[in-house]
Nanobody, 133 residues
Framework: QVQVAESGGGLVQAGGSLILSCTFS????????MGWFRQAPGKEREGVSC????????YYADSVKGRFTMSRDNAKNTLYLQMNSLKPEDAAMYYC??????????????????????????WGQGTEVTVSS
């Protein structure tokens, strides 16, 4: 059974930092393309950061470049999102997602995944980030 679970959200002041974590079970972590997405009330879902299964490149949305860093710990089957210099506009529900490597997805880039969230088949329930000004 596949399970995806985010944690680490909370309330932080503008300029502060948070680390989000996402654990995966029931999936072969090394073969996963993974990503972080966010959705604020009344707004469309946005791809924040994604990495394809090969890990050769990371994608970051322009709105978070230089402030957010995605990383992974294969030993713990965990994906992280370090968020620094948080702004009120970063407030949203944050979701992580995963997709297995297949012959169909072999050549999907990290950017493609972040701009086509429907290609991710496994999603967590989300963790809420609130940023006070």
């Amino acid at each position: 059974q596949v399970q995806v679970a985010e944690s680490g959200g909370g309330l932080v002041q503008a300029g502060g930092s948070l680390i989000l974590s996402c654990t995966f079970s029931g999936l072969t972590f090394d073969d996963l393309s993974m990503g972080w997405f966010r959705q604020a009330p009344g707004k469309e879902r946005e791809g924040v950061s994604c990495v394809n299964w090969s890990g050769t490149s990371l994608y970051y949305a322009d709105s978070v470049k230089g402030r957010f860093t995605m990383s992974r710990d294969n030993a713990k089957n965990t994906l992280y999102l370090q968020m620094n210099s948080l702004k009120p506009e970063d407030a949203a529900m944050y979701y992580c997602a995963a997709d297995r490597k297949t012959h169909y997805t072999y050549y999907y880039s990290s950017a493609f995944y972040c701009t086509h969230p429907d290609r991710f088949h496994h999603w967590g329930q989300g963790t809420e980030v609130t940023v006070s000004s």
